[in-house]
């Protein structure tokens, strides 16, 4: 079954370390987004990428890099983790043009981040 | 400044009663509007979508009715379940670029 997966799921870590969180999908979607969750604040996009090579950032981009090496992997990074970046994170993905239902985005299960 | 609002972070009704989720909007360039279900541990799944041409649209249980005079939106569900209880996102999106803007999302709890 095509999914989209991420790693780790739960991570607990320092001020000041480096974080990547990794996201896998199986879907042969194009696009691919990620974004984090805080509580009462809903979904905000950090970065998205429609292609291998093409990066563009979200609302909430600072503090944060992404690195888009294939088609199907999308890596998030914090370089500098603070504990702000406390938070959960999601990958989505979608595929180009319309054959999606209107604008739809498939979502990772989410990756649990406590920066300390 | 959220071009997405869900005034409610939470709802309760009856099994076999109609729940009703709102959600108002500011842009009104978006051209689609969607709601996603989430449960605990598990990322936001689609539920039902409206593009802004259209005031209803339906799939089952299901319904999605979009006011655009008032920027407001609100999804049906009739009849409700114990099992429909969950997260319930509204989102909107403008263009191709396919980004999607999210409410704070509403907790929708379906009591046996």
């Known amino acids: 079954d095509a999914d989209v997966t991420q790693t780790p799921r739960n991570r607990i870590t320092k001020t000041g370390k480096r974080i990547m969180l990794e996201c896998s999908q199986t879907k042969g979607h194009d696009r691919m987004y990620w974004y984090r969750q805080d509580p009462g604040l809903g979904l905000r996009l950090i970065y998205y990428s429609f292609d291998v090579k093409d990066i563009n950032k979200g609302e909430i981009s600072d503090g944060y890099s992404v690195s888009r090496q294939a088609q199907a992997k999308f890596s998030l990074s914090l370089e500098s983790a603070i504990p702000n970046q406390t938070a959960l994170y999601f990958c989505?993905?979608?595929?180009?043009?319309?054959?999606?239902?209107?604008?739809?985005?498939?979502f990772g299960p989410g990756t649990r981040l406590t920066v300390l | 400044d959220q071009q997405v609002k869900q005034n409610s972070p939470s709802l309760s009704v009856q099994e076999g009663r109609i729940s009703i989720l709102n959600c108002d909007y500011t842009?009104?360039?978006?051209?689609?509007f969607l709601w996603y279900k989430k449960y605990p541990a598990e990322g936001p799944t689609f539920l039902i979508s409206?593009?802004?041409?259209?005031d209803k649209n339906e799939d089952g249980r299901f319904t999605v009715f979009l006011n655009k005079s008032a920027k407001h939106l609100s999804l049906h569900i009739v009849p409700s379940q114990p099992g429909d209880s969950a997260v319930y996102f509204c989102?909107?999106?403008?263009?191709?670029?396919?980004?999607?803007?999210f409410g704070s999302g509403t907790q929708l709890t379906v009591l046996p």
């Open positions: 842009n009104s360039m978006f051209d689609y």
């Open positions: 409206i593009s802004s041409i259209k």
């Open positions: 989102a909107a999106s403008l263009g191709s670029a396919r980004q999607l803007t």
């Open positions: 989505a993905t979608s595929p180009k043009g319309r054959e999606g239902r209107q604008n739809e985005q498939f």
